[in-house]
T-cell receptor, first 112, second 114 residues
Framework: LAKTTQPISMDSYEGQEVNITCSHNNIATNDYITWYQQFPSQGPRFIIQGYKTKVTNEVASLFIPADRKSSTLSLPRVSLSDTAVYYCLVVFYGGATNKLIFGTGTLLAVQP | NAGVTQTPKFQVLKTGQSMTLQCAQDMNHEYMSWYRQDPGMGLRLIHYSVGAGITDQGEVPNGYNVSRSTTEDFPLRLLSAAPSQTSVYFC?????????????FGPGTRLTVT
């Protein structure tokens, strides 16, 4: 059964580092893990993507352990504008076809 | 380059009515998909397509039909609307591979079924 788990919400203060973890069993062994950010009344927006170990771009880092049963999005020095819902997106085997499935989402609230 | 466009932005239907949500992309993307997002909830995959003429079911396909006659368009049809289909519908597209590279999302269609 395709299932991902994320914390429902997290609180932080401006300037802190925030780590959000997504747990995902039985994902496809040869496909990417992606994280998206969503503001109210908007579609999700791509943040970062990785396959294994660590990936870093200008806005975030993504840590993926060797067993790929989880992934952790790291946001360095968050600001008020980072308040949003964050989703992981993974591939699950679906028999003859594979499917892209979003995680349950984590609401990050950044306070001054 | 308009990206992913969706029409209409808002729609109110009565139970039992049918309608088609339109989605178009001008990026020549092979992969397109439809998601629904209920209030305060995450996104659930309805149907997806890996290219013209090829579609498949997602997590919650019941009550919806899709077709992909061209690369650019991926309409979602509600056959007989029900209040449980009240939701925000997002269309998305991406270039290649199932998960590699980012998906581009449309602005969403807010559907209310009374």
């Amino acid at each position: 059964l395709a299932k991902t788990t994320q914390p429902i919400s997290m609180d932080s203060y401006e300037g802190q580092e925030v780590n959000i973890t997504c747990s995902h069993n039985n994902i496809a062994t040869n496909d990417y893990i992606t994280w998206y950010q969503q503001f109210p009344s908007q579609g999700p927006r791509f943040i970062i993507q990785g396959y294994k170990t660590k990936v870093t771009n200008e806005v975030a880092s993504l840590f993926i352990p060797a067993d790929r049963k989880s992934s952790t999005l790291s946001l360095p020095r968050v600001s008020l504008s980072d308040t949003a819902v964050y989703y992981c997106l993974v591939v699950f085997y679906g028999g003859a076809t594979n499917k892209l499935i979003f995680g349950t989402g984590t609401l990050l609230a950044v306070q001054p | 380059n308009a990206g992913v466009t969706q029409t209409p932005k808002f729609q109110v239907l009565k139970t039992g009515q049918s309608m088609t949500l339109q989605c178009a992309q001008d990026m020549n993307h092979e992969y397109m998909s439809w998601y629904r997002q209920d209030p305060g909830m995450g996104l659930r995959l309805i149907h997806y397509s890996v290219g013209a003429g090829i579609t498949d079911q997602g997590e919650v396909p019941n009550g919806y039909n899709v077709s992909r006659s061209t690369t650019e368009d991926f309409p979602l049809r509600l056959l007989s609307a029900a209040p449980s289909q009240t939701s925000v519908y997002f269309c998305a597209s991406k270039s290649e591979g199932l998960a590699r590279d980012e998906q581009y999302f449309g602005p969403g269609t807010r559907l209310t079924v009374t």
